[in-house]
């Protein structure tokens, strides 16, 4: 079955440094959503990839598709405590079910 | 706009007892799905319901099975709890889960804790 990896597994930084988490998948796909939750919170929605090389930005936030759309990355810029959290990426292929990577947990020391 | 309401937010039990989770989507959000998550295995899927349909169906032993009735609100069940299945159960909706307008929205959760 699809298998979706996440790197780091954890990252802590300085406030003000930048963070990347990068996903990986097994297979080819569709379309990869990013999601945050905030610890004791619930998943929220940030952003959905579809087209091949597609680069959005959301302020300090630049998310990524790769070319061959089997991988994507999520940039912060100049962490802030309030981006503390666990990044997940979810994969999916044309109507299947989302798959979930492991998620990178994020510290912002201040 | 009310958002995905699961209830109850926190359980206890005792092995070889059932429990029934409860999720109500977003109004006019036909896909509901619904994942298990555990220190140890993240965000790990457990089905999706589309009109009252079985579309999705994650690897996890018969013991658990769900449900979507008319008006979208989803119940998922597990028999014969187990030890290990202590986690949150996170439900989510979405208008089109996979779709180009797949984007979920997540409840509260239910936390579930078996002893």
């Known amino acids: 079955g699809q298998q979706v990896m996440q790197i780091p597994q954890y990252q802590h930084v300085q406030e003000g440094e930048d963070f990347t988490t990068y996903c990986n998948s097994s297979t080819t796909l569709s379309n990869i959503q990013w999601y945050k939750q905030r610890p004791g919170g619930h998943p929220v929605f940030l952003i959905q990839l579809v087209k091949s090389g597609e680069v959005k930005k959301q302020k300090r936030l630049t998310f990524q598709f790769g070319e061959a759309k089997k991988n994507s990355s999520l940039h912060i810029t100049a962490t802030q405590t309030t981006d503390v959290g666990t990044y997940f990426c979810a994969a999916t292929n044309y109507g299947q079910n989302f798959v979930f990577g492991p998620g990178t947990r994020l510290s912002v020391l201040p | 706009k009310a958002g995905v309401t699961q209830t109850p937010r926190y359980l206890i039990k005792t092995r070889g007892q059932q429990v029934t989770l409860s999720c109500s989507p977003i109004s006019g959000h036909r896909s509901v799905s619904w994942y298990q998550q555990t220190p140890g295995q993240g965000l790990q899927f457990l089905f999706e319901?589309?009109?009252?349909?079985?579309?999705n169906k994650g690897n996890f032993p018969g013991r658990f099975s769900g449900r979507q009735f008319s008006n979208s609100r989803s119940e998922m069940n597990v028999s014969t709890l187990e030890l290990g299945d202590s986690a949150l159960y996170l439900c989510?909706?979405?208008?089109?889960?996979?779709?180009?307008?797949?984007?979920?929205?997540f409840g509260e959760g239910s936390r579930l804790t078996v002893l």
């Open positions: 989510a909706s979405s208008l089109d889960a996979g779709g180009p307008t797949g984007e979920l929205f």
């Open positions: 319901y589309f009109s009252e349909t079985q579309r």
